[in-house]
T-cell receptor, first 110, second 113 residues
Framework: GENVEQHPSTLSVQEGDSAVIKCTYS??????FPWYKQELGKRPQLIID?????GEKKDQRIAVTLNKTAKHFSLHITETQPEDSAVYFC?????????FGPGTRLSVLP | ETGVTQSPTHLIKTRGQQVTLRCSSQ?????VSWYQQALGQGPQFIFQ???????GRGNFPPRFSGLQFPNYSSELNVNALELDDSALYLC????????????FGPGTRLTVL
């Protein structure tokens, strides 16, 4: 069935280091893949998204890569800062459904 | 500020009761999707409304129903509340359809006792 796997479930990095979160989807027809950041008690906020006709997209310290053949996409955060600490969710669009991964709790240690 | 608003912020109900949650979409957006987010989990898609019609549904029972109004605001109704319905309910609006960029509202925290 429609499924999005996300790894790792928790990630701790030192401030200034890079963080990478990977998601795998199951339906090759999926064509839209957003990433959301959710701080405690707040709404998910879109940080970057990518469509299936693009292999990579970058916005300042954040980048997303998509491998359609392998059906996975990854979030890359460079030069991490303490304010990057949050739960990150990937998602994939499946037909008329939208499936989120289980989330990655990122902790950036000062 | 995304412009998506939800009401109420918090709600406490007892098992068996019914609840209505409300969402106002961002200006210019004609699509509203509803999600249930249990503690420590990712949002789960309930359904989507596009131009006042249900246009997709996740794996939720019929006691979860909704409406979208001509101004594209939306309601989520849940009948016969169960303890497991306790969660954060999020709505998200998008410009045109579910494959478009979605912006979330602040959510309604529902507690069922």
């Amino acid at each position: 069935g429609e499924n999005v796997e996300q790894h790792p479930s928790t990630l701790s990095v030192q401030e200034g280091d890079s963080a990478v979160i990977k998601c795998t989807y199951s339906d090759s027809a999926s064509n839209y893949f957003p990433w959301y950041k959710q701080e405690l008690g707040k709404r998910p906020q879109l940080i970057i998204d990518i469509r299936s006709n693009v292999g990579e997209k970058k916005d300042q310290r954040i980048a997303v890569t998509l491998n359609k053949t392998a059906k996975h996409f990854s979030l890359h955060i460079t030069e991490t800062q303490p304010e990057d600490s949050a739960v990150y969710f990937c998602a994939a669009h499946y037909g008329q459904n939208f499936v989120f991964g289980p989330g990655t709790r990122l902790s950036v240690l000062p | 500020e995304t412009g998506v608003t939800q009401s109420p912020t918090h709600l406490i109900k007892t098992r068996g009761q019914q609840v209505t949650l409300r969402c106002s979409s961002q200006s210019g957006h004609n699509t509203v999707s509803w999600y249930q987010q249990a503690l420590g989990q990712g949002p789960q898609f309930i359904f989507q409304y596009y131009r006042e019609e249900e246009n997709g549904r996740g794996n939720f029972p019929p006691r979860f129903s909704g409406l979208q109004f001509p101004n594209y605001s939306s309601e989520l109704n849940v009948n016969a509340l169960e303890l497991d319905d306790s969660a954060l309910y999020l709505c998200a609006s998008s410009l045109e359809g579910i494959a478009d960029t979605q912006y979330f509202g602040p959510g309604t925290r529902l507690t069922v006792l």
